[in-house]
C-alpha cells in the first residue's frame, strides 16, 4: 500500500510476501506469549535510575523501568519486547501494570518521586485515565510525585489526543514530561500546546558534548527554549563526567544516565545513605 501511494495516482503494486515477515510475525507471537506469562504470573518488575540535579549532583527523582523475569530467572529489558508488544496491541497491559507497581512504591514511600512510561496507546485509553483517578483517590499526595512520560514520536503521532491526555494528567495533580524531544519533529506551536512541565532531551545529542559543537548547539536551543515557555530541562544519557558538568555549565536541570546511575531493582531511598552522586559544578 505504501509503494502505491509513493507511486502516484492510479497505480497498484501486487502483494507479495516480504522475505523474513513470517519469521518476525513467529517472533512476535513468541514475544506475546511471553509477556503475557509474565503478567500472569506477576514477574514483570520495576527497575529504577536516579534523574539528579545537574548543579548540586541530588538525586530529584527516580525513573521506573519495567522488566521482565523469565521463567528462567533472567531479567529482559523493555527495549527487547516493548516493540512487539507496541505493534501487537498489548503495550496497554504493559502500562496499567507499571502503574500500579509504581502507586504500590509511591504509597509506601511519602518522600518518593517517580516517573513512568505510557505508550501512544495509552494516552488514547480512557480506562488508563480512570484507574489512574481512582489509584490517586486512595493516596492523594502521590499526585504530585508522580510524572507520566510520553515519547516526542507518540505525541506527534496523535497530537490532538495527547494534548488531551496532558490535560488531563495535570488536572489531576501530576507532572508530564516530553520524553526523546529532539527524535522527533515537534513545533514551537507543539510544545507550547501540550502543556507539559518537563522536557527531556534525546541521549542522541548528549554524548561527547566536549568534542560535538553540533550537540551543544542543540542543547542549548533545547534549554533556551524551555526556559522560555517555563519548562524543567532533562538531559539522557549522560555516560561521562565531562558531559555532566557541560551540561550542568549550560543550564541544563536534570541529569540522567549511566554516569549518574544504571537501573536497579534495589530502592536506595530507603537506605540511610548520601543522596550526592555527582559533583557537577
Not at 214 to 229: I, M, P, T
Not at 256 to 265: E, N
Request: glycine share 8%; charged share 25%.
Amino acid at each position: 500500500l505504501a509503494e502505491a501511494k509513493r507511486a502516484g495516482c492510479d497505480r497498484y503494486i501486487p502483494y507479495a510476501q516480504a522475505q523474513g515477515r513470517s519469521e518476525q510475525r513467529a517472533r512476535n507471537c513468541g514475544i506475546a506469549e511471553m509477556v503475557l506469562a509474565a503478567l500472569e504470573e506477576e514477574r514483570l518488575r520495576l527497575a529504577f535510575q536516579p534523574v539528579v540535579e545537574a548543579r548540586s549532583g541530588r538525586i530529584a527523582q527516580y525513573e521506573a523501568l519495567i522488566r521482565l523475569i523469565g521463567t528462567d530467572g533472567q531479567v529482559v529489558a523493555a527495549a527487547q519486547f516493548m516493540p512487539a508488544v507496541e505493534r501487537l496491541g498489548l503495550a496497554r497491559l504493559i502500562d496499567r501494570r507499571t502503574l500500579d507497581l509504581a502507586m504500590v512504591e509511591l504509597v509506601q514511600s511519602p518522600d518518593l518521586r517517580l516517573a513512568v512510561n505510557v505508550s501512544a496507546l495509552t494516552a488514547a485509553d480512557a480506562a488508563w485515565l480512570q484507574a489512574l483517578e481512582k489509584l490517586l483517590a486512595g493516596a492523594p499526595t502521590a499526585a504530585h510525585r508522580l510524572t507520566i512520560e510520553i515519547t516526542e514520536t507518540a505525541a506527534l503521532d496523535s497530537f490532538h489526543t495527547t494534548e488531551h491526555f496532558v490535560a488531563a494528567l495535570r488536572a489531576l495533580g501530576c507532572a508530564v514530561a516530553l520524553d526523546d524531544f529532539g527524535a522527533g519533529h515537534t513545533s514551537f506551536r507543539h510544545l507550547r500546546g501540550l502543556a507539559v512541565n518537563i522536557v527531556k532531551i534525546d541521549g542522541a545529542f548528549i554524548g561527547d558534548l566536549a568534542q560535538r559543537p553540533d550537540n551543544r548547539l542543540v542543547v542549548r536551543a533545547v534549554r533556551d527554549l524551555a526556559e522560555g515557555l517555563g519548562l524543567a530541562t532533562v538531559a539522557e544519557g549522560v555516560e561521562t563526567a565531562d558531559d555532566a558538568r557541560i551540561l550542568a555549565e549550560m543550564g541544563v536541570d536534570f541529569l540522567q544516565g549511566y554516569h549518574l546511575g544504571r537501573p536497579g531493582f534495589e530502592r536506595p531511598w530507603r537506605q540511610p545513605v548520601p543522596l550526592r552522586l555527582v559533583a557537577a559544578s
